[in-house]
């Protein structure tokens, strides 16, 4: 009899039966994504039961001078290159907050589109995080600044080397994804 993990695993194919395979004692690697027009920042890290340990961050810049589809492209392929160098089994990505300017929310959803979708693409379960969800698993508090975060990626992942805050808030997305994903699993056992 399939477990309800076994039954979505199926459902996804070789990258969910990874994420399986770790719970019977091999590390889950998990992909974090902070999504972001001109930087989308990427953190992966491997999960063995609580322990956490960094496996490589940075981000993908786009060009500010280039049309909006070739700005996605960039995003695309760079996170694309990512999921080919690294096999991360699952994926967390942030959700976007909306913000006064319509027209940067929507460039934002469009990022944070191509950011689920690259993914997915591969197979790989992707979870969705609201950014004060993020901050409260990282640092405590929902409310915590960039420099909190950053702090805490260093007290959490010692050999991690964020050069950026896109880099650091998507290790953090990584976490928080770690900290929740059974919640998570069951949740999609539940209402798929």
């Known amino acids: 009899m399939l477990c309800a993990w076994d039954s979505h695993a199926a459902v996804l194919g070789g990258a969910a039966r990874r994420g399986y395979q770790s719970r019977m004692g091999l590390p889950i690697r998990i992909l974090g994504i902070d999504p972001g027009l001109r930087r989308t920042g990427w953190g992966l890290i491997d999960v063995d039961g609580n322990r956490l340990m960094f496996v490589a961050c940075g981000s993908v810049a786009t060009a500010d001078k280039a049309e909006l589809a070739a ?41 944070r589109g191509v950011a ?49 805050e896109d880099a650091a808030d998507a290790l953090a997305i990584a976490i928080c994804h770690a900290h929740h994903r059974q919640s998570v699993a069951l949740r999609i056992a539940v209402l798929g």
Not at 78 to 107: M, Q
Not at 134 to 162: C, E, R, S, Y
């Open 71 to 111: 700005r996605l492209l960039q995003i695309h392929d760079g996170l694309a290159k990512v999921i080919e160098d690294y096999r991360p089994a699952e994926a967390a990505v942030e959700n976007t907050f909306v913000n006064a300017n319509a027209n940067a929310t929507l460039k934002l959803g469009q990022a």
């Open 116 to 164: 689920m979708l690259v993914p997915a693409r591969a197979g790989i379960a992707v979870a969705e995080y609201a950014p004060n969800m993020v901050k409260k698993t990282i640092v405590g508090a929902g409310h915590a600044g960039k420099g909190q975060i950053g702090m805490m990626i260093g007290v959490l992942l010692p050999k991690a080397d964020p050069a950026s």
